[in-house]
């Protein structure tokens, strides 16, 4: 059974930090591209960063460029996402992915993602 479970969301005030875990099971990681998605109620769902398990490679969209982190521990199956300088707009429920990426242009999108984990709530206020 795959599983992706994410944690360390919370509250947090502009421009503190919060990091994010998934431990994962299930699939083959070292083989994956691993990411974390957001989503806002109401809106859709958003990538934020990619990373390629074999090798480490990470990918971001704009809004996560010089804020935002990930890594990976291959030998822990799990994926991690520093969160810096967090801003009311970072508010959301963030999502932990699996999938085979081929292109990091794709990363901001889910049409390549196989396994989704549960969410964790990020709240960025005052």
């Known amino acids: 059974e795959v599983q992706l479970q994410a944690s360390g969301g919370g509250v947090v005030q502009p421009g503190g930090s919060l990091r994010l875990s998934c431990v994962t099971s299930?699939?083959?990681?070292?083989?994956?591209?691993l990411a974390w998605f957001r989503q806002v109620p109401g809106k859709n769902r958003e990538g934020v960063s990619c990373?390629?398990?074999?090798?480490?490679?990470?990918y971001y969209v704009d809004s996560a460029k010089g804020r935002f982190v990930t890594s990976r521990d291959v030998a822990k199956n799990t994926v991690s996402l520093q969160m810096n300088d967090l801003e009311p707009e970072d508010t959301a429920i963030y999502y932990c992915?699996?999938?085979?990426?081929?292109?990091?242009?794709?990363?901001?999108?889910?049409?390549?993602?196989?396994?989704w984990g549960q969410g964790t709530l990020v709240t960025v206020s005052s």
């Open positions: 992915a699996a999938g085979v990426l081929w292109s990091g242009s794709d990363c901001a999108s889910d049409e390549w993602v196989n396994y």
């Open positions: 990373i390629q398990a074999a090798d480490g490679i990470t």
């Open positions: 299930g699939f083959s990681f070292y083989y994956y591209t």
